[in-house]
């Protein structure tokens, strides 16, 4: 097989999968460094929209960090992983020779953490050429105190330091919290910037972030037959772009547990994830469980969030269709069995990934390979709200049990998940052009639009763990009038959890879609944004 960087025998291609094709080649030198960055500006990227990112030509040592985000470690309530970027750069790797983190209750510090990983993207790269002209940084605080508020700062040589900023633990045990979900972020000024800020102003403990966040990569279609074929709109700058807007917006303070979209499989080493995994480190769980580098979960009082990524099984976006070999499917099951054990101290199961199992939009639709392996794990097991992006709006599913409606609930009503089965929310406004096409009947917000049915993307062959086989097809969807509320604007949601009192108390997880004040060309404020769409899920707490 001719691919541009180089052929691969016949009789290997049929047997190879993306990453063994991608191996093959990156032994082989045959990636060109300048060819995968075409549109990135090799020898400069483009600087953030925040000002406290900044451009050096050469060695910055002795300059403040800037822009910082972090994330949960393996415990929330006491490991923050704490990530900056040392800058953009031409030429040579600079050096930075001490990045570390100083950490305390006050601007006195008083403890300091060295990064344990500084360095660039591992792009495959020949002659000598720097992998990513960003250097980025990484620290673990770890032993911190629940439910405390630290301040930190960071540095590249010990010397200089970048602004005092603070961030909060995970308290310990059942308690009210809030926190906040999103997807396709992007980096505009008009529209990202905004959603960013207002996700601070209602103060969340944490926020998720359900794919497609700087839109580096193109989404689709680099590989073909697992060759890389078309990397021209692979633009890594970006995501530096992207941490400059969300970073002090919002990421530097509340952490930032992302998940990836279709945008974040690039025409890199680890199925396309080495970039965002080396920007973002968090607590992923082992690849050997998972088959996958960017699944993780973690729990927050009564409410355990997993993160899956749904590229694995899509048939609409198959570029790594089945890589992981039906283990995510696997370790999946295992975590939602685990959680509803007794004793699990977990009440509410929330489930993020990029694609929508129910979606009545016109420019994506529901993804079938997914919901036809997922959606009998999730009536199993009882999973109460899973929240997706992808679309570029706000939509919220009737409660669901084996692909039928149970109950249709209005905005402000309440949904017993525990017998009317799962919520489907796509939370895909969070900056990213909008897709304003809608088919079909809906509880409130958009009319239809266009004329016909909802559409699913299905497997001609069969819709397995191990991914689908055969050909995608875009068909009229079998199930219909599942659309409660739906709007096409900048949004995210905002989940409050109402914490029990004793066992069999009711607990309750009232989930808000919020919109700045916006027109068409963007967000026009964020001093007053409205709630357009509100459900509370209600359950009998075992959590005690």
Do not use: C
Not at 163 to 171: E, N, R, S
Not at 249 to 256: G, M, V
Not at 306 to 334: F, P
Not at 340 to 352: E, L, N
């Amino acid at each position: 097989m001719e691919t541009p960087y180089g052929d691969i025998p016949e009789n290997f291609v049929k047997d190879m999968s993306v990453q063994e094709m991608h191996d093959y080649l990156a032994a082989r030198g045959r990636y060109r460094r300048r060819a995968v960055l075409k549109g990135a500006g090799v020898l400069g990227l483009a600087a953030a929209a925040s000002t406290t990112f900044w451009r050096q030509p050469s060695a910055f040592a002795s300059t403040p960090a800037a822009p910082q985000w972090i994330g949960y470690g393996q415990d929330p309530a006491r490991d923050i992983y704490v990530n900056w970027s040392a800058g953009t750069y031409n030429g040579a790797v600079p050096s930075v020779p001490r990045p570390q983190v100083r950490w305390g209750f006050d601007r006195h510090y008083g403890a300091t953490e060295p990064a344990f990983a500084s360095g660039t993207v591992p792009v495959p790269a020949i002659s000598g050429e720097p992998t990513e002209n960003t250097v980025y940084n990484s620290a673990l605080l770890r032993g911190l105190r629940p439910d405390t508020t630290y301040h930190y700062s960071v540095s590249n040589d010990g010397v200089n330091w970048s602004a005092d900023v603070t961030f909060t633990t995970a308290a310990l045990g059942l308690t009210d919290f809030r926190f906040t979900m999103v997807g396709d972020e992007a980096t505009s000024d008009s529209t990202s910037l905004p959603i960013a800020q207002t996700i601070a102003a209602v103060n969340p403990k944490f926020n998720v972030v359900v794919g497609d966040l700087s839109y580096a990569g193109g989404g689709s279609g680099y590989y073909s037959n697992g060759v890389p074929t078309d990397v021209s709109d692979f633009s890594p700058g970006l995501w530096d772009q992207y941490l400059g807007i969300v970073g002090p917006a919002a990421a530097q303070s509340i952490p930032w547990q992302v998940g990836v979209g279709n945008h974040e499989m690039e025409p890199l080493n680890q199925n396309g994830y080495v970039g965002f995994t080396t920007r973002f480190p968090q607590a992923y769980a082992p690849a050997s469980a998972t088959g996958s580098t960017v699944v993780k979960a973690f729990t927050y009082g009564n409410v355990a969030v997993i993160q899956l990524d749904g590229n694995d099984l899509s048939a609409e976006l198959s570029d790594n269709n089945g890589y992981t070999g039906g283990l995510q499917t696997t370790w999946l099951e295992r975590q939602l069995a685990s959680y509803r054990s007794p004793g699990s101290g977990i009440d509410f199961i929330v489930v993020g990934f990029h694609n929508m199992v129910y979606s009545s939009n016109t420019t994506h639709g529901s993804d079938g390979g997914i919901r036809l392996v997922w959606g009998p794990l999730f009536d199993r097991y009882q999973v109460d709200l899973v929240v997706s992006g992808h679309v570029h709006a706000y939509e919220r599913s009737y409660p669901v049990i084996g692909s039928a409606v149970t109950k249709v609930v209005p905005s402000g009503g309440q949904v017993y998940p525990q017998s009317e089965g799962t919520s489907y929310i796509g939370a895909g406004g969070g900056g990213q052009g909008l897709y304003t096409g809608w088919y079909g009947d809906t509880g409130g917000g958009d009319p239809a639009n266009a004329s016909g049915p909802p559409l699913l993307w299905e497997w001609t062959g069969s819709n397995t763990a191990t991914g689908g086989t055969g050909t995608s097809e875009d068909i009229p969807d079998p199930v219909t009038n599942y659309s409660a509320w739906r709007h096409a604007n900048w949004s995210f949601i905002v989940l409050d959890v109402q914490a029990p009192r004793f066992f069999g108390d009711e607990t309750r997880l009232r989930v808000r879609a919020i919109d700045p004040t916006q027109n068409s060309s963007g967000i026009t404020t964020t001093s007053f944004p409205a709630v357009v769409d509100d459900v509370t899920l209600i359950r009998n707490s075992r959590a005690f």
